[in-house]
């Protein structure tokens, strides 16, 4: 059989509707549509997120950008439309326009002009109409007059476009929730991805890229600086790394790493809450020529865990390393080389991670003494109401000088030595805390006001901060466990002798050991912040 080649055009509706599962968000698809009016230099661009009377949402983008003429807009809504004339656009695979708005709308209409005096244009892509003809014949013709009044509020006699999703089919309210509750939390979504996504777009004290003014249903998006330059000043730790591709040339990456002040140490709440200080906040944020792209996460590297919720990492590229990063189709995902991904995770990595987690300790220790005041003053006051039921050694002389201790207990008088309150310690009468214990154990009989027994705990030790601190609001909790530690503070009061004594010390040191070893991979606190 002679060779031949024959037209295989694809199926018009499959190929539609699977092009709608390509995996975008709606903040993403959104995002998206947001490249193009920056590539085509707009800077002035409204999002409205709108419902009608009938509760359909209906979603447009409009901005003051170069515009397009007929020839450029049949481009536009082609399916791998071509190259952008210059390959830093943020515009990448000439697929995005469609496949972002199909995702959530079935009708999708470009409206552009490039100059005041051109004519208006529509161009529609209709998926039920398309699938009724089987044909991929673009819908063009004149805008209408409501097109061109929406595009002259936002670019009045000049160059502009407007991208508008109709018939949208996935933006829907959970039963009984009105659509329009729905549409507002995705505006306030959209608002806050903006903020981060086009931060240096949208800071006009950022001069790494030309300013642009974004609005959702008319407020404004501020930018959000995720290194809170303003307190960090500057990265704890930068690399420049230069890198030879394929064809020889060469180029280069960035990478800085930034430790945000602790919640007590910000210069003002109006900065501490601006840097919006969380655990899923942490982590590599990914720009592509200055669009951030990815993140925050550690990309598998790390888990997300409260200790290092003060360190934020920056990564930035231009288009030169799309291949070697390997970007997708909707410009929020990359891959990293191993060899790239072994020098982030065990070199460049390691030493903001300890300097970040020493930052929070210290700022957790805090938080221990702070919380510690009052946190045991409930099970202590029911010890001290119970007390004539309770059995305890009595406490009959107390040498402060030289810590020795007579007791009546079960061995009968004995004379040994235990922990006696200090000034360091904090609490109440049968609980108290302090920040460190010998040997590092957990919890130490301690003779306290008035000769009584108590219980001294280590706030410095994990299962503090990983068993109590979580559970701060939970007084149930706190008192069982100040109860439990309690009662093993006075069996061995009530047991102690010169011969035994070193037995109980060790057993106390044994048992903290292993609940340091146990509470090891326990989550750290999160403070409920100002996120």
């Not at 695979?93 to 005041?116: E, P, Q, W, Y």
């Not at 037995?503 to 050991?513: G, N, P």
Request: charged share 25%; with cysteine.
């Amino acid at each position: 059989m002679t060779e031949k080649h024959i037209s295989v055009p694809p199926d018009v509706a499959r190929i539609s509707e699977g092009l709608r599962d390509t995996g975008y968000d709606f903040n993403a698809a959104v995002a998206d549509i947001l490249d193009n009016s920056i590539a085509a230099g707009a800077d002035k661009i409204y999002v409205h997120l709108e419902v009608d009377f009938t509760d359909s949402v209906v979603i447009s983008v409009v901005d003051n950008g170069h515009g397009m003429n007929e020839d450029g807009l049949v481009n536009a809504m082609k399916y791998g439309s071509s190259k952008r004339a210059s390959a830093k656009s943020l515009g990448k695979f000439g697929m995005g326009l469609k496949t972002a708005s199909t995702a959530f709308c079935r009708r999708l209409s470009v409206i552009s002009r490039d100059s005041g005096e051109s004519p208006m244009l529509r161009a529609t892509w209709d998926l039920d109409e398309m699938a009724a003809r089987n044909s991929w014949d673009l819908e063009v013709a004149a805008a209408d007059a409501t097109h061109k009044q929406v595009l002259d509020q936002i670019a009045p006699g000049a160059a502009g476009t407007v991208v508008l999703w109709e018939n949208i089919d996935r933006v829907t309210a959970p039963e009984g929730q009105p659509i329009r509750k729905t549409v507002e939390k995705l505006a306030s979504g959209l608002r806050d991805h903006i903020a981060v996504v086009f931060q240096r777009f949208l800071d006009v004290d950022d001069n790494r890229e030309r300013n642009a003014h974004i609005f959702v249903n008319g407020e404004p998006v501020l930018a959000w600086d995720p290194f809170c330059i303003v307190e960090t000043k500057e990265p704890i730790a930068e690399k420049k790394m230069d890198v030879q591709l394929p064809d020889g040339s060469k180029t280069s990456f960035t990478v800085r790493a930034f430790i945000l002040p602790r919640k007590e140490e910000f210069s003002s709440d109006v900065n501490r809450v601006a840097a919006r200080v969380s655990n899923e906040r942490q982590g590599l944020y990914i720009y592509r020529e200055n669009r951030l792209i990815h993140g925050p996460d550690w990309m598998n590297m790390f888990k997300q865990e409260p200790h290092y919720s003060l360190l934020r990492v920056e990564l930035s590229f231009d288009h030169t390393l799309d291949n070697a990063f390997q970007v997708d189709i909707k410009k929020s995902r990359i891959e990293l080389n191993s060899g790239l991904y072994e020098w982030l995770r065990d070199k460049f990595l390691a030493g903001p991670r300890r300097e970040a987690e020493t930052r929070y300790r210290k700022g957790a220790a805090g938080i221990a003494k702070g919380a510690a005041a009052l946190l045991h003053s409930s099970a202590s006051n029911v010890i001290e109401q119970k007390a004539s039921a309770l059995k305890t050694a009595e406490v009959a002389k107390v040498d402060e000088a030289t810590g020795k201790v007579t007791v009546n207990n079960n061995s009968g008088v004995t004379t040994t030595t235990v922990r006696l309150l200090n000034s360091e310690d904090i609490g109440s009468t049968h609980v108290v805390t302090n920040g460190t214990l010998e040997h590092g154990v957990l919890w130490e009989p301690t003779i306290g006001k008035n000769s009584k027994a108590a219980v001294a705990l280590n706030t410095g030790h994990p299962f503090y901060t990983k068993a109590y601190l979580p559970n701060k609001a939970n007084s149930t909790v706190i008192q069982a466990l100040d109860y439990l530690l309690w009662a093993l503070a006075q069996a061995e009061l009530n047991n102690i002798n010169p011969d035994n004594q070193d037995a109980f010390e060790e057993f106390r040191i044994e048992v903290s050991r292993n609940l340091k070893k146990l509470v090891a991979d326990l989550p750290d606190p999160v403070e409920s912040g100002d996120s």
